[in-house]
């Protein structure tokens, strides 16, 4: 029983440290829409940011319920544990009342001393001896027994108390958290329906920018072909190769790279992932995909970008609509970083893990977002797969 209570114990904190984990998202996501908030943001843009805020606090009203209902379990084991601990105490404590009685109406008769004394033979007066032994160490059992799970019992009931004040403030806090879902979930109805006004304009707005965007990732495929060339064709390899020609130092590099998979840093200090890799259904217009060849991280104004592992610059290029990308070299694995301004690395350098290379841009609508996409050799990998906590 005493296992299964420190389980479930466990498992409170397990919940509570996801919690805890939640909040610090929440806020970090409130810091980032507010240091990103215009009043040039688009329609568009600002749905995206209430569904962020939404999809966030309804993970919070998800863990919360779940800690209430394990609180609700722990209640109720402990009312039973309870019940019978007080059954039995009380059980215990008659007997052990009666052991007393005995013992007194035994004094009051005859000493311990004329019990031995009276016996018939040396063997009587042997297992006399051993009996009033035993019945000493029964005695005294017997009352450790009774201080022990009288202990036992005011800490269960110190529990049980404890218990039903955290779920009484989980509960609360929980009404609190669903009455500003509540308001968002209002927004962005509101939001909606102003977009459903009009949806054929934002539809074409949503296509040209993904126009836009595969556009830009042309660029960058062609940037990837000419590094591969301009690698196979120094190390007198074939340039129409879709793999890069490792020496015994990038081989080494790159088998470093693919053993801390899942495990590198973000390129920007604080973030929040505001669009995945590959196709996903836009949320709010039916029958309208996005496709994303890296992910786009929303982070704080003049937030520094840093290389998410050693490496060699092999590019840095003025990208149309996108500001600077620049392209580091890992062995046979790329990691590009797009959108910067004021970088502060050139083609040819070595750059290390968390180096600055540069800050993340600004756009017209106050929003600084970063791509970040991630090759080996010519094919695109998910950077979800190898950043840590992504």
Partial sequence: MITAAFGQSK???????????ILKEI??????????????????????????KISVRKKLVQITNQQANLLTREIKDNSGKIETLETDLALRKKDYAAMVVKSYKNKATQSKLMFLLSSDNFQQAYKR??????????QKNQADSIVSKTEKLVFLNESLLLKKEDKVRLINENKKVQQTLQKEKNSQRKLIAELKKDESKYKKEIVAKQKENNKIDRQIEKLIRDAIARSNKKAGKKKTSKSFALTPEAKALANSFTA???KLGWPVKTGRVIQKFGTTKHPTLPGINRQCSGVRIITSKNSIVRSVFNGTVSQIQVIKGGNKAVIIRHGNYLTIYLNLINVTIKKGDKVSTNMPIGKVATNSEGKTIIKFLLYKNSTKLNPAHWIYKM
């Avoid at 498992?11 to 984990?21: A, D, F, I, S, V």
């Avoid at 806020?27 to 962020?52: F, G, H, Q, R, Y």
């Avoid at 001896?129 to 029964?138: C, G, P, V």
């Fill in 11 to 21: 498992k409170q904190r397990q919940l509570e440290t996801k919690r805890q984990n």
């Fill in 27 to 52: 806020t970090e996501i409130s810091s980032l829409l507010s240091d990103n908030k215009s009043e040039a943001t688009s329609l568009l843009t600002k749905i995206e940011d209430v569904n962020l």
């Fill in 129 to 138: 001896y051993n009996y009033m032994k035993q019945y000493k160490r029964y």
């Fill in 260 to 262: 801390n998979k899942g």
